[in-house]
């Protein structure tokens, strides 16, 4: 899978922005797909994610009832809504594909997903 994320940008707290993640290449509908975001000087961590079929999705407790994980299969696009934005979620959000398909659960380390995305920047201003 190729991915191409979009739809970063600079907002203010407080504000929304929705990201996007487009895939192309091996059957996109068959693989969990999660974000994942790194800040300066930090480890790149766990955001969301979503299973291949749609029906579960988990989250980062940081981010749990702001964010909101979906996927498009029929346009090969996964979006991470994103409301509430604080200065702490300031960071590069990749999205990822899993490694292994169909599998119907989100798992949150990043060595289990085999495509990125090259990364879009998210700046929250207080």
């Known amino acids: 899978v190729q991915l191409q994320a979009s739809g970063g940008g600079l907002v203010q707290a407080g504000g929304s922005l929705r990201l996007s993640c487009a895939a192309s290449?091996?059957?996109?509908?068959?693989?969990?797909m999660n974000w994942f975001r790194q800040a300066p000087g930090k480890e790149r961590e766990f955001v969301a994610g979503?299973?291949?079929?749609?029906?579960?999705?988990d989250y980062a407790d940081s981010v749990k009832g702001r964010f909101t994980i979906s996927k498009d299969s029929a346009k090969n696009v996964v979006y991470l809504q994103m409301n509430s934005l604080k200065p702490e979620d300031t960071a590069v959000y990749y999205c990822?594909?899993?490694?292994?398909?169909?599998?119907?659960?989100?798992?949150?380390?990043?060595?289990?997903?085999?495509?990125w995305g090259q990364g879009t920047q998210v700046t929250v201003s207080s």
């Open positions: 990822a594909a899993d490694r292994v398909p169909y599998r119907e659960a989100v798992l949150t380390t990043t060595n289990d997903f085999a495509s």
């Open positions: 290449g091996r059957t996109f509908r068959t693989y969990a």
């Open positions: 979503i299973t291949w079929s749609g029906r579960i999705t």
